[in-house]
């Protein structure tokens, strides 16, 4: 998706860390999918896009997001989108549906600027332990298996939006006592 198309800001609402609803597990889906499963994942993609180009989240007052899970929307459906900027304003898009972790590496990772939430609209200190590599197996938008390799950033971002799926937050795994414990044990990225 080019970033020049003058793009129109879809309309939806992302629940904030107050809301019990992003505690629920999300369920399992089953294909094919509903239209408007379909059209809200192409509205998350297009919302996703726009939040990272600098003219439209200074325009709309977005804050840039990679992933969002529909529970974040208030449907415990286990679908997350996940939208990469690769490249200035060219982005590559992961539509995870019912994803599952097959493997994982030792090493463990962490953001350095500390990880961000839609749902979260505060800063938060501390670093979340994540997995630098891993595999996934899930469907994607026809029901189709796939699976997939993720490092870095991108792992970041599928262990984010499948705790989501499991209605874990980030800011649960930051330790409340110690924000920073074993900071040395792990690799920032």
């Known amino acids: ?11 939806i609402k992302i629940l904030d860390e107050k809301d019990k609803t ?11 999918l509903s239209k408007e499963d379909k059209k809200l994942i192409n509205d998350v993609i297009t919302y996703l896009t726009m939040s990272q180009i600098e003219k439209y989240y200074e325009k709309y007052n977005l804050r840039p997001g990679m992933g969002l ?3 974040q929307l208030g449907i415990p459906k286990n679908i ?5 900027e690769v490249d200035k304003e060219k982005f590559e898009n992961y539509v995870v549906i019912n994803p ?5 590496s030792e090493e463990l990772i ?10 979260i609209n505060r800063e938060v200190e501390g670093i979340v332990p994540r997995y630098a590599r891993m595999r996934v197996s899930y469907q994607d938008i026809d029901g189709s298996r796939k699976e997939i390799r993720v490092r870095e950033d991108l792992s970041v971002a599928f262990q984010h939006e499948m705790d989501h799926l499991n209605g874990i937050l980030f800011i649960d795994k930051i330790d409340k006592k110690n924000p920073f414990k074993d900071k040395e044990k792990m690799r920032e990225i």
């Open 1 to 11: 998706m080019e970033g020049s198309n003058n793009m129109t800001l879809p309309d």
């Open 22 to 32: 992003l505690r629920k597990k999300s369920m399992e889906v089953t294909f094919p």
């Open 69 to 71: 899970a529909f529970i």
């Open 80 to 84: 997350f989108v996940i939208v990469e």
């Open 100 to 104: 599952k972790l097959i493997s994982h």
């Open 110 to 119: 962490y953001v350095g600027e500390g990880e961000g939430c839609l749902s």
